[in-house]
C-alpha cells in the first residue's frame, strides 16, 4: 500500500469525511485491521480563508505549498488538497514538489462517468462555481459542460458555506434553499449535480433530490484508494 498526503483542515468539518471513508475503503478493501498509511498537514483555515477573502492568493499558495512539502518529506507517495477551492492553486502546489497531485477534476470525471452525465450543475464557494479552475479541465480534458446557478443563488451558497457549513451549523433551511437550487439547475439540464464544496455533502443527502448528486469528498476518496490501493 502506498503512502497519502492531505492537505486537510479546510474545513476540518470535511476532512473528519475523507480521513473515515479513506480508512473504511482500506479495510472493505483488504479486511482485517488494515487502514490507510496517511500523512497529513491540517491547517488553521482562519488566515487561509482571510487571505481568500483580500484576494491574497499568493499568500495562500505559499502556506499550502508548505504543507505540501511537509507531507512529502514526511513519507507521502501522492497528494490530494481535500478542498475543492484550492485547487485555484493546484498546478503551482503540483510544480513545488516531486509526487503526483491527485486532482480533483479527475475525481469529478469519474463521478460523471458512473451516473452517466455529460452535463453537470457545479455547487460551491464562489471562487469554484465562477473561476474555471474546475470547469475548464471537466471541459477540455473530458468534454464535461458545466452549469452554475444565478449571482444571487451562488451567493447564499457562498455565505452557508463560510457562515454555517465549515462551522458545523446543519441547518434545514439552508438544506430547502440547496434543494431548490438543484432542482432548478436539473431543469436546465443538468444531469447530476457536482457538490463542489467538500461541506456540502454534509449538508445535501441523495434522498433529498431528484437528480444524482456527484459528492466530491467520496469522489476524490475513491480516486485516492485507486491509487494508494
Known amino acids: 500500500m502506498k503512502t497519502l498526503g492531505i492537505l486537510g483542515g479546510m474545513s476540518w ?26 500523512v497529513m498537514h491540517s491547517v488553521d483555515f482562519a488566515p487561509f480563508a482571510d487571505q481568500m477573502g483580500k484576494n491574497d492568493w499568493k499568500s495562500v499558495t505559499a502556506g499550502l505549498i508548505e ?11 501522492a497528494l490530494i488538497i481535500a478542498t475543492n477551492t484550492m485547487h485555484k492553486v493546484a498546478d503551482e502546489i503540483q510544480s513545488a514538489v516531486n509526487i503526483p497531485l491527485l486532482h480533483m477534476a479527475d475525481a469529478i470525471a469519474g463521478g460523471a462517468k458512473k451516473t452517466g452525465s455529460s452535463k453537470l450543475g457545479l455547487l460551491g464557494t464562489a471562487f469554484t462555481m465562477e ?6 479541465p471537466l471541459k477540455e480534458k473530458y468534454g464535461l459542460d458545466v452549469i452554475i446557478p444565478d449571482s444571487e443563488k451562488r451567493s447564499m451558497v457562498h455565505c452557508s458555506i463560510f457562515d454555517e457549513l465549515c462551522c458545523g451549523k446543519i441547518l434545514d433551511k439552508t438544506r430547502a434553499g440547496y434543494v431548490k437550487i438543484i432542482e432548478d439547475m436539473a431543469a436546465q439540464g443538468a444531469e447530476a449535480i457536482v457538490l463542489g464544496c467538500t461541506e456540502i455533502g454534509l449538508l445535501v443527502k441523495p434522498d433529498d433530490v431528484s437528480v ?12 485516492a484508494l485507486d491509487y494508494v490501493l
Open 212 to 223: 444524482p448528486l456527484i459528492d466530491t469528498v467520496q469522489a476524490h476518496v475513491e480516486l
Open 13 to 38: 468539518e470535511s476532512t473528519i469525511s475523507y480521513y473515515k471513508l479513506l480508512n473504511e475503503g482500506v479495510r472493505d478493501a483488504l479486511g482485517g485491521l488494515h487502514s490507510c498509511r496517511v
Open 67 to 77: 504543507g505540501a512539502k511537509s507531507v512529502e518529506a514526511g513519507g507521502a507517495d
Open 131 to 136: 473561476q474555471d479552475f474546475l470547469s475548464r
